[in-house]
Nanobody
């Protein structure tokens, strides 16, 4: 399974942005992570392939939402009220089965939030 992210870009503080990630096939669970310059990659959100269960990191749950369109094999990360601290490379990831952690990764898409 391959993951293809899109939707990154340069926005201003307070703007919204929606990231998309299309998988070439079904997986167990899809997730979003980000890595800011000089920092480790951190978890943001995840969702089951069916879309019935989601999980959001505490520091973004009031601004970010994750959703799944199974018909399009696509997971979305809607990001609202963006802050300069949200500047990072955003990665889509997937768990190919319940037996593994995130074993599939996209190449990442850059999100830059200017003040």
């Amino acid at each position: 399974v391959q993951l293809d992210e899109s939707g990154g870009g340069l926005v201003r503080a307070g703007d919204s942005l929606r990231l998309s990630c299309t998988a070439s096939g079904p997986t167990f669970r899809m997730g979003w992570f980000r890595q800011a310059p000089g920092k480790e990659r951190v978890f943001l959100a995840s969702i089951t392939w069916s879309g019935d269960r989601t999980d959001l990191a505490d520091n973004v749950k009031d601004r970010f939402t994750i959703s799944m369109d199974t018909a399009k094999n696509t997971v979305y990360l809607q990001m609202n009220r963006l802050k300069p601290a949200d500047t990072a490379v955003y990665y889509c990831a997937a768990r190919s089965s319940v037996m593994v952690s995130y074993d599939l990764w996209g190449l990442g898409t850059q999100v830059t939030v200017s003040s």
